[in-house]
């Protein structure tokens, strides 16, 4: 099992719509999690942290179920502007190393 | 990225040939610092993180080298480039307040190894 995997994508979907991502990790003393956005040819940033209890931010909400070790990203009336690759992250250990998945490319069209 | 610096942006070297990458970083003194690497198709792969001067860890076997001279300065190197190499190199560090893991990375440097 990857320790990171992410829905291979692409998804390409109208304005408005709402896209849901999904990853999984197979480490399971894996602290952290987030949700990263990469445009294309520039660098990461990060788009949220996901916490146990589940977060929201404006149009975008992350969930964790430890259980599971599965993370999610759904994003609600989505912009042209929310084209981008989201990387699903995850790190474990003392000295934060994170970890990548590869990604999935979303394309929000008119 | 406007507390992370990488130079060059962007770079054609031919195989063979030795390479330097440098990362400086402002902010807080002693931040952890990392070089990942992404490859077209591929995820960012952590190839080196660093946690003071001179102090060096490496994630994967290969002709790359790192060197952190100084406590804001992460240098990536090669004595002679694969063509492999190619990629996108990316300089990050921890976040200044509450070691919460999340990563702050430059702009990258774009190499192309022919």
């Known amino acids: 099992r990857k320790e990171v995997e992410q829905d291979p994508g692409p998804f390409n979907v109208p304005e408005g719509a709402t896209v849901a991502f999904n990853c999984t990790y197979s480490?399971?003393?894996?602290?952290?999690f987030f949700w990263y956005r990469q445009d294309c040819r520039k660098e990461p940033k990060l788009l949220m942290s996901?916490?146990?209890s589940g977060n929201e931010d404006g149009r975008f909400t992350a969930q964790l179920n430890r259980a599971s070790q599965y993370i999610s990203l759904l994003i609600r009336d989505s912009k042209l502007s929310d084209s981008a690759t989201y990387l699903c992250?995850?790190?474990?250990?003392?000295?934060?190393?994170?970890?990548f998945g590869k990604g999935t490319l979303l394309t929000v069209n008119p | 990225s406007q507390t992370i610096h990488q130079w060059p942006a962007t770079l054609v070297q031919p195989v063979g040939s030795p390479l330097s990458l440098e990362c400086t970083v402002e902010?807080?003194?002693?931040?952890?610092l990392y070089w990942y690497r992404q490859a077209a198709g591929r995820g960012l792969q952590l190839l080196f993180y660093?946690?003071?001067?001179?102090?060096i860890s490496s994630e994967v076997p290969q002709n790359l080298s790192a060197s952190r001279p100084q406590d804001r300065q992460f240098i990536l190197s090669s004595k002679k480039l694969l063509l492999s190499d190619s990629g996108f190199y990316l300089c990050?560090?921890?976040?200044?307040?509450?070691?919460?893991?999340?990563?702050?990375f430059g702009e990258g440097s774009r190499l192309t190894v022919l």
């Open positions: 992250v995850v790190s474990g250990g003392s000295n934060y190393k994170l970890t």
């Open positions: 480490n399971s003393a894996s602290q952290s």
């Open positions: 996901v916490y146990s």
């Open positions: 902010g807080t003194s002693n931040p952890n």
């Open positions: 660093s946690v003071g001067i001179g102090q």
């Open positions: 990050a560090r921890n976040r200044e307040v509450g070691n919460t893991g999340e990563l702050f």
